[in-house]
């Protein structure tokens, strides 16, 4: 079993719609989550970074972390076309170095 | 946060050519990663690049395909060797400050 799992997707919504991507983990000691935007033949991007539990917005993206149910989302509202790309969402231990990813879903926002 | 950029953007290769692969960070950080990315496929982690010291390799991946140099905190190489078609990818550089930030990426394209 993968430390991460990502819905895989593909995801097509229509301009406008709200949509939540998700993860789950299993590694309870995961205490920083992100989500990255990768558009096509470019490298992710940061998009949201937490750290332990709760919510944070950022315009139209919220992300939100569950540890007790080791359940991440992000959540995206009055979604653009140029919202397609792929996301990734991500997580890490303190003072690991390097992040766990999943293997990304992605998203087609239709005008 | 940390700015990454990458040399060359892109590049096509005979077979059997090397190609290496330069990243710049804004800042000094103590680890550097590199990572693969095959089309359609999630990040793939080759090495991790600390400075003064031999880079650490992921299973499956060896030194003498994927050569790594760490000569100060800002920078770092990676040399893809010997390539065949099986080596076109993007190669991302990518470090830790906070969350893990990424480099533009270089598309390999090997003919």
């Known amino acids: 079993q993968k430390e991460v799992e990502q819905d895989p997707g593909p995801l097509s919504v229509p301009e406008g719609a709200i949509v939540s991507l998700n993860c789950t983990y299993s590694n309870s000691a995961f205490q920083y989550f992100m989500w990255y935007r990768q558009y096509s033949r470019k490298g992710p991007e940061l998009l949201m970074y937490?750290?332990?539990?709760g919510n944070k917005e950022d315009g139209r993206f919220t992300a939100q972390v569950d540890k007790s149910s080791k359940y991440i989302s992000l959540f995206i509202r009055d979604s653009q076309p140029s919202d397609s790309a792929t996301y990734l969402c991500?997580?890490?231990?303190?003072?690991?170095?390097?992040?766990?990813f999943g293997d990304g879903t992605t998203l087609t926002v239709k005008p | 946060s940390a700015v990454i950029s990458q040399k060359p953007s892109r590049d096509i290769c005979q077979r059997g050519t090397s190609l290496t692969i330069q990243c710049q960070v804004d800042?000094?950080?103590?680890?550097m990663f590199w990572y693969r990315q095959q089309p359609g496929q999630s990040l793939t982690l080759i090495a991790t690049a600390n400075q003064g010291s031999e880079a650490t390799y992921e299973s499956g991946f060896v030194i003498d395909k994927f050569p790594i140099s760490r000569p100060n905190l800002t920078f770092s190489t990676l040399t893809v060797s010997n390539m065949s078609p099986e080596d076109s990818s993007i190669y991302l550089c990518s470090v830790t400050a906070g969350p893990q930030y990424f480099g533009p990426g270089t598309r390999l394209l090997v003919l």
């Open positions: 937490t750290y332990s539990s």
């Open positions: 800042s000094q950080v103590t680890m």
């Open positions: 991500a997580m890490s231990r303190p003072n690991a170095g390097k992040s766990t």
